[in-house]
């Protein structure tokens, strides 16, 4: 190994090949989601997760791991993925998640997917990026942040199911309105009170 090699390694700067395309589903991927979708097999995940994070904040043990992401400016949660899910079953969780954001009035803003090739692994990231509508607040000037800029994460190694990361990312400016909580936000998005229907 060169000198050059190690000094990257030391500085963090060997981050391997990067390539970054469009995020499309195939035809049959889109298929076999919005069977899933009609017959609520998302509702094995939805409520618990929704429990999950809500056990976690009260420091209890839960079905599913989850971890809450919290500071000034971003809020959110990262679901980790356990086998008993499965891996079609949490990429499916995933386009749900983005679709009932979508739902709230948010848009799509950029739907990619980036590829890093380690030396010794290769992780891929899938990324959607939703905004709030362009609107004011009703009788004000105040650009409505509804509840901020939302990110969703999907990362796998080895092309093997990792985690998802569902956080806002909001506006602290006196042109924007105060952001609506993020709970209030999960529980639109996880409608955990969602019974089966026959």
Not at 17 to 46: G, P
Request: hydrophobic share 35%.
């Amino acid at each position: 190994m060169s000198f050059n090699e190690i000094f990257k390694r030391l500085l963090g700067r060997d981050r391997g090949e990067t390539t970054c395309t469009r995020l499309v589903r195939s035809e049959k991927h889109m298929a076999a989601y919005t069977t899933w979708v009609k017959e609520q097999v998302y509702l094995n995940w939805t409520g618990p997760f929704f429990k999950a994070y809500h056990y976690k904040k009260a420091n209890l043990p839960s079905q599913f791991r989850v971890q809450i992401t919290q500071d000034e400016y971003v809020r959110g949660v990262i679901f980790f993925y356990d086998p008993s899910i499965g891996a079609n079953n949490f990429t499916y969780f995933f386009d749900l998640l983005k679709d009932r954001v979508q739902a709230q009035g948010y848009t799509l803003h950029s739907c990619d997917k980036l590829k890093v090739r380690h030396e010794r692994y290769t992780e891929m990231v899938e990324k959607h990026v939703l905004t709030p509508p362009a609107s004011d607040v009703s009788g004000t000037s105040l650009c409505n942040q509804l509840y901020g800029n939302i990110l969703l994460d999907y990362i796998k190694v080895n092309n093997q199911p990792g985690y998802i990361r569902f956080a806002t990312n909001v506006y602290n400016d006196p042109y924007f309105s105060k952001p609506l909580p993020f709970d209030e936000l999960l529980d639109k998005v996880l409608q955990p009170d969602e019974v089966q229907v026959n």
